[in-house]
């Protein structure tokens, strides 16, 4: 090997002396939080105790000789036996579940009394099997013994050693004692909504109580339960979190999702909350649809008609603000076709090849909500244009889009379209066929905006045949549902059955009749105005439906 050259060495040297410098100048490396992350992974992998660390081997072997002689021969015995209740053999059920073998397991630990710390490790291996023994789905005598097992630790729980420096687990389970009762984990509920505390961390660090022990899904049923008695307030408060555990729990999601939803329908004000109607229907699937009915007849009839009204709202706000290209006058039929929605009892999407195909996240979970009511649409022209058709009382009506485009209305009984098919045309073969019974373009004609001419045609339309008035009131996604709306399915073959409507139908049909513009602000503690002449047969009719006149308004308001 050729020797360095004196440059080189000098500079080996050189770099040897600021290393050891450096290690020199370096404080003695303090292990005690690595010592404490050992300690908890080997509590979270063994189960922190004296026992656990054992082979599976060794507590069969033992476990063995238990069943074959009934007796616990000495300390490592007891210590082995007292871990392995949970494991099952070959044609035989384990201990936790035998109904001969385990009330004489827990007399033969019970010897053990006078050996303070070996029996204190027994009973740690009897709280694993009591943590980690899942009794919703027991065998045999397991839920009997579960029961027993319980309260046997709980017993002798005050009697355990406490002398010297006690294991992290008995502080654990001495500040968790709550545990070994018939009501385990409902003091968890609230502290964890409302973030005063997680015990779930020393639950799983010093118990072993891992994700699959009864215990987490305890505190989820405590978590909900907590939120569920909450005040309104309180309730919105938390409902964030609570959607988040929902969503994190999928086997115990539909329980817990059905009491928040009807938790929710029993506020005082119902308007829509985005997240849970979204978290709803991607889980339940659309709300008025009938093939849905094994997952949303888990909650109340009028819960379902208040997720049904906001999914409706939330795709007549999608469709206009997505799927068209009015701009400002997009926002006009948003809040025209809302104020309908508890009457809209049915709907259908026909998408162009644009919207259709379109990759971006909002599209994709615009066609996810509309899953069950999205259809190809033909023959639209720009392949940019869109279609919403909606069912109120016995007619259909048809928006399109694209500008330039009318709104049509179809006898429902008697549709040149059928809905059940996977495309519909947007021309005069279908979507805009000659047979329409009515036809309103969205311009505003003289002295007159399109939606009072709209609304006076959904109000004649609705009351054909001696159909109920339709309501354009504030709907339910504000306010209570006081009527449940009709299912129709929307197709050539469907008959024509008035929908249901609110109590004061009669009134707004009777503003429709004469063009009284109104503003009801009801739901937000304010009152129903009607602009109407102070004097006239009109101001007659409304002093008799118990309107009073405000001079300083000019109009009248509907006296509470």
Same mark, same amino acid.
């Given at each position: 090997m050729r020797p360095l050259s004196p440059r080189i060495a000098r500079l080996q040297q050189r770099l040897t002396d600021v290393g050891a410098a450096a290690f020199r100048d370096m404080p003695d490396p303090d292990l005690r939080a690595l010592k404490g992350h050992v300690q908890s992974l080997q509590a979270m992998l063994s189960g922190a105790g004296a026992g656990a660390g054992a082979s599976n081997d060794r507590i069969q072997t033992e476990l063995v000789r238990f069943r074959e002689t009934g007796k616990l021969h000495d300390v490592r015995s007891a210590r082995l036996v007292s871990w392995g209740t949970r494991l099952r053999s070959v044609g035989q059920p384990a201990l936790i579940e035998d109904c001969d073998r385990f009330d004489p397991l827990l007399s033969e630990i019970d010897s053990f009394r006078s050996m303070p710390r070996p029996y204190r490790r027994c009973w740690r291996g009897l709280l694993d099997g009591y943590v980690n023994y899942d009794p919703g789905s027991a065998r045999g005598a397991g839920d009997r013994n579960w029961r027993v097992l319980r309260e046997y630790l709980n017993d002798n729980l005050l009697h355990l050693e406490r002398s010297g420096q006690a294991p992290d687990w008995l502080a654990a389970i001495d500040d968790n004692a709550n545990l070994l009762t018939e009501d385990p984990c409902t003091r968890y509920g609230a502290e964890i909504l409302t973030g005063e505390g997680d015990p779930l961390e020393v639950l799983r660090r010093d118990l072993s109580a891992g994700d699959t022990s009864w215990i987490g899904r305890r505190i989820f049923e405590a978590q909900i339960e907590a939120a569920v008695r909450f005040d309104d307030r309180r309730f919105r408060d938390v409902l964030p979190r609570v959607i988040g555990l929902i969503e994190e729990h999928d086997v115990l999601a539909n329980e817990g999702l059905s009491r928040v939803l009807d938790r929710y329908a029993e506020c005082a004000s119902i308007e829509m909350d985005p997240a849970l109607c979204e978290?709803?229907?991607?889980?339940?699937? @659309?709300?008025? #649809?009938? +093939? @849905?009915?094994?997952?949303?007849?888990?909650?109340?009839?009028?819960?379902?008609?208040?997720?049904?009204?906001? /999914?409706?709202?939330?795709?007549?706000?999608?469709?206009?603000?997505? #799927? $068209?290209?009015?701009?400002?006058?997009?926002?006009? +039929?948003? @809040?025209?076709?809302?104020?309908?929605?508890?009457?809209?009892?049915?709907? /259908?999407?026909? #998408?162009?090849?644009?919207?259709? +195909?379109?990759?971006?996240? $909002?599209?994709?979970? #615009?066609?996810?909500?509309?899953?069950? +009511?999205?259809? $190809?649409?033909?023959?639209?022209?720009?392949s940019s244009n869109n279609a919403f058709i909606m069912r109120i009382a016995g007619h259909v009506y048809v928006e399109f889009g694209e500008e330039g485009n009318a709104m049509f209305a179809f006898d429902a009984a008697k549709l040149p379209f059928d809905l059940s098919k996977l495309q519909v045309a947007g021309n005069k073969t279908a979507l805009k066929h000659p047979s329409y019974v009515a036809r309103i373009v969205h311009n505003n004609g003289v002295g007159e905006r399109w939606e009072r001419k709209a609304d006076r045609l959904i109000a004649s339309l609705s009351s054909t045949r001696g159909a109920p008035q339709v309501s354009h009131t504030t709907p339910s996604y504000g306010t209570r549902p006081s009527a449940p709306p009709q299912s129709h399915a929307m197709s050539s073959k469907s008959p024509s059955t008035p929908s249901n409507v609110r109590g004061d139908a009669d009134l707004f049909a009777f503003f429709a009749k004469h063009g009284i513009k109104t503003a009801d602000s009801r739901d937000k503690g304010g009152s129903l105005w009607a602009y109407a002449p102070r004097s006239g047969p009109e101001a007659n009719e409304l002093a008799r439906r118990n309107f009073a006149w405000a001079e300083r308004r000019g109009a009248w308001y509907l006296r509470s």
């Open positions: 978290t709803s229907v991607s889980r339940w699937g @659309n709300p008025w #649809l009938e +093939r @849905n009915d094994t997952l949303w007849t888990l909650v109340r009839p009028d819960t379902r008609r208040m997720v049904s009204s906001w /999914h409706k709202l939330r795709l007549i706000e999608d469709f206009f603000n997505l #799927l $068209s290209a009015d701009g400002i006058n997009d926002q006009r +039929r948003i @809040n025209f076709w809302k104020r309908y929605v508890d009457q809209i009892s049915d709907m /259908h999407f026909a #998408l162009g090849e644009a919207a259709y +195909r379109d990759p971006r996240p $909002s599209f994709k979970a #615009l066609r996810q909500m509309m899953k069950g +009511r999205m259809m $190809s649409l033909t023959s639209g022209g720009v």
